[in-house]
């Protein structure tokens, strides 16, 4: 069962009405899902009203399989306990929030516009050395996810390492409410979500709205090589512990910082990491420079909450990638793809492109479009293609409408690429699958709505 959360509580919480239900100071919830797959007895099926399925439709079985219900919708038929509430989402909100409060856990809450999620492994898998840790799984790092990954937390767990993703101004107010964190970790502010936010100074705006959430041992760690974030002077009245790569660089002073940075390529990093007067030396095996940034982050955390420099470093040495975020797969058919398709921005963008710049052989961009990214989104393509003009990539592949802008800035810095572009990502896909061949390299990145992982599935199981 979760700690106090009894059904009398979770009415409470919610302001809802208890129905059919004879013992509620006694009858204990033992998790939540809005997903009817993952119920099981004594578990509270928070039905959501969707655009294809209505979550109320399952109800009636799984009170009689012995699970509770969270409605706005009575059943006309209960063989168990329900709460009815005027919006199951927002009540879903209000009892992980209450839940929170019932724990005593350590609480890690990470955001930024870019590296996020792997910032999250990273940290998970170091304080994994000392403690039981429960980190956020997949994309549950919004408005739904937050609250379920919470609701996941059990006795044994003694840190939570939670993402936080929003797109819009007060909706870190909503997301650190419910997770109340010990410690933020910002990761850098960028040009993401600027349909809503605006500009730079209104994703600082944004993001740094968790400050106002922290408990009272709160801590904010920021990426003081972060011009926005290197602002930040004060935090609830501490100064924030600053993190990068470059110590004489920065613009503040670092805490955490890194030394003899080696670029292995697709096998990943290695560095000395120093944090005040201690230094020790990583392999970091995942691709890419802010993995290094990555590690001095979970240094910083890490020694907050009393890690060694031995167990920071397995951690970091332990760390891998998820699949969609710069996951690298070696396929049986010679192929090696870099599969970075669950979402994209300029700034990871031109990251991922980086790390396809230091593979051996031929060297292939699949790109299609960026999402949310307001009035400058043209231009904003354009530099992603005048930035691999830069860089020592073979072929162009592109779909999409906007990606004619990527096109458009690679052609103007470097007439000489192989350039492809298509309309659409299944026409892409057609000449892509004639022309790579084993030994090639293959970036695979577009925003999650242009569907880019069939190219990742149809590329792994190609047949030469």
Not at 244 to 265: C, E, F, H, M, Q
Not at 305 to 310: E, I, T
């Amino acid at each position: 069962m979760l700690k106090n959360m009894n059904l009398t509580n979770v009415a409470a919480a919610c302001h809802g009405q208890l129905q059919n239900c004879d013992a509620p100071d006694t009858t204990y919830i033992e998790g939540a899902v809005t997903d009817s797959r993952q119920v099981q007895p004594g578990y509270l099926f928070v039905a959501v009203k969707g655009e294809r399925v209505d979550g109320h439709s399952f109800v009636p079985d799984l009170l009689k399989q012995g699970a509770f219900a969270l409605v706005e919708d009575a059943p006309t038929e209960a063989a168990g306990p329900y709460i009815v509430v005027p919006s199951t989402l927002i009540a879903l909100k209000e009892i992980a929030a209450f839940y929170r409060q019932q724990l005593d856990i350590k609480v890690v809450g990470i955001t930024g516009s870019v590296g996020k999620t792997s910032t999250k492994e990273m940290i998970a898998s170091v304080l994994a050395q000392k403690y039981n840790v429960l980190k956020t799984e997949g994309n549950f790092n919004n408005e739904i996810g937050l609250p379920l990954t919470i609701m996941r937390i059990r006795d044994e767990h003694e840190v939570a390492v939670l993402e936080m993703g929003i797109s819009d101004f007060d909706e870190m107010h909503r997301l650190a409410t419910i997770g109340n964190p010990d410690i933020s970790v910002i990761t850098n502010i960028g040009t993401c979500h600027l349909e809503n936010l605006g500009d730079r100074d209104g994703v600082l705006r944004a993001k740094t709205e968790m400050f106002d959430h922290l408990t009272s041992r709160g801590l904010a760690i920021l990426n003081g090589e972060d011009d926005k974030l290197a602002t930040v002077s004060q935090v609830n009245g501490k100064t924030p512990v600053f993190f990068g790569i470059d110590k004489d660089a920065a613009s503040v002073p670092l805490r955490g910082y890194a030394t003899d940075v080696a670029n292995l390529g697709l096998d990943g990093m290695q560095a000395t990491i120093h944090y005040e007067d201690s230094a020790f030396p990583v392999h970091i095996h995942v691709p890419g420079i802010h993995n290094v940034a990555n590690a001095v982050a979970a240094t910083c955390v890490a020694k907050e909450w009393g890690l060694s420099d031995a167990q920071i470093q397995s951690g970091v040495n332990a760390a891998g990638t998820i699949t969609g975020r710069s996951n690298l797969i070696h396929a049986d058919n010679g192929l090696t793809i870099i599969d970075d398709c669950y979402n994209a921005n300029p700034m990871s963008m031109k990251e991922a492109l980086n790390i396809l710049d230091t593979a051996q052989g031929r060297k292939i961009a699949v790109l299609g479009d960026m999402g949310e990214l307001g009035v400058n989104e043209r231009a904003l393509h354009r530099e992603v293609g005048e930035h691999m003009a830069d860089l020592a990539i073979d072929e162009l592949y592109t779909a999409g409408e906007l990606s004619e802008e990527i096109v458009a800035g690679a052609r103007e810095r470097a007439p000489q690429t192989s350039i492809h572009a298509f309309a659409t990502r299944d026409d892409l896909l057609d000449m892509l699958k004639k022309d790579v061949k084993p030994g090639d390299t293959v970036l695979v990145k577009a925003s999650h709505f242009m569907s880019f992982t069939k190219i990742v599935n149809d590329l792994k199981s190609l047949e030469f």
